[in-house]
């Protein structure tokens, strides 16, 4: 069966540090990957989309970025954090167009 | 654009009501909606999926109905349980502006008192 994995499950970065989350899938090949935020009091926005390695797709312009160095490894990084990217972030795959969700990475910036 | 809203936002029943959701989304083309269940802290457990072709899906006390053509689903639960408090998301599964994704409304948060 397939399972997703995210980590860390929590963390605490100060403004301006640099981020990066990870995700990885099991149990199934070429998926495709994404990556939501869920802020406080908004409902999920996603961010980025890939369809395989290499191949990125952003739906808002952010201060984050997304790579996927493998088949099913999907990084979520940031340069310099800010406030505002505090939020809830949730890796899924889909397949035949229905999507499965990692347990979420709770980021806090101060 | 795709908007997804959910109505209402919370709601509270005492143990053993019947109770609707109700999710309206404005764009019809859509592949499949699908309803989810997220518990505070945690990520979201996927609840039904309705192909963008069905009426209605059953999984135990829950019933999800689409009606695509009005751009609406309910989720009915019946007999509702203390455990069944949690977010619940609808979201439509459709081509955005970078490919096939969800858009999901801001859910509907569920109390149910013993």
């Known amino acids: 069966s397939q399972t997703i994995h995210q980590w860390p499950a929590t963390l605490v970065q100060p403004v301006g540090s640099p981020l990066s989350l990870e995700c990885t899938v099991e149990?199934?090949?070429?998926?495709?990957l994404y990556w939501y935020r869920q802020a406080a009091g908004r409902g999920l926005q996603l961010l980025f989309y890939?369809?395989?390695?290499?191949?990125i797709s952003s739906e808002v312009p952010q201060n984050l970025s997304a790579s996927r160095p493998q088949d099913r490894q999907f990084i979520l990084s940031s340069k310099k954090l800010l406030l505002s990217d505090s939020g809830f972030y949730l890796c899924?795959?889909?397949?035949?167009?229905?999507?499965?969700f990692g347990p979420g990475t709770r980021l806090t910036v101060l | 654009k795709q908007e997804v809203t959910q109505i209402p936002a919370a709601l509270s029943v005492p143990e053993g009501e019947n109770l609707v959701l109700n999710c309206s989304f404005t764009?019809?083309?859509?592949?499949?909606l699908q309803w989810f269940r997220q518990d505070p802290g945690k990520g979201l457990t996927s609840l039904l999926l309705?192909?963008?072709?069905?009426r209605e899906q059953t999984s135990g006390r829950l019933n999800a109905s689409l009606d695509k053509s009005s751009g609406r689903s309910t989720l009915y639960i019946a007999a509702s349980q203390p455990g069944d408090s949690a977010t619940y998301l609808c979201?439509?599964?459709?081509?955005?502006?970078?490919?096939?994704?969800?858009?999901f409304g801001k859910g509907t948060s569920l109390l149910v008192t013993p």
């Open positions: 979201a439509v599964f459709g081509y955005g502006n970078s490919g096939y994704a969800l858009n």
């Open positions: 309705i192909q963008s072709s069905q």
């Open positions: 890939s369809v395989g390695i290499g191949q």
């Open positions: 764009d019809s083309a859509i592949y499949n």
């Open positions: 899924a795959w889909s397949v035949d167009y229905e999507q499965f």
């Open positions: 149990g199934t090949s070429n998926p495709n």
